[in-house]
């Protein structure tokens, strides 16, 4: 029996987007409150109840946050052009790595825009 479970933090972060023709808003240097949601899958401990302990993922996120909250993410290496989608897809290699049951990084710019990666496709 499979849970998904979600994960959401907060990160105020300046960015500009360098390849957009300066008449663009988003090419000038301007701040976003991204609300992140880590999605990630997995089976209960028979024991406990729970498929992890969300206080354990929020210890672990302490080093990612540390780097890019109240940061220029252009300033950040691999985050030189600091789309949304580079930064869903940032957040989801670096935390794929102590978190082998991410299955998808939320990145909200905007309580209107959101982009996910990776694509998971509807069932059928
Ligand atoms: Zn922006």
Known sequence: MKFELRQTFFLESARFLPHLPSSHPCSMMHGHSFKVSLIYWGTK???????????????????????????????ISGLENPTSE???YYIFESTKKWLPELAQVIVAETELTECRYPHIPAPV
């Open 45 to 75: 401990d028979p024991l406990i109840g729970w498929v992890k302990d969300y206080h354990e993922v929020s210890e672990n996120l302490k080093s990612l946050k540390t780097l890019l909250d109240h940061k220029v993410l252009n300033q």
């Open 86 to 88: 580079n930064l869903a």
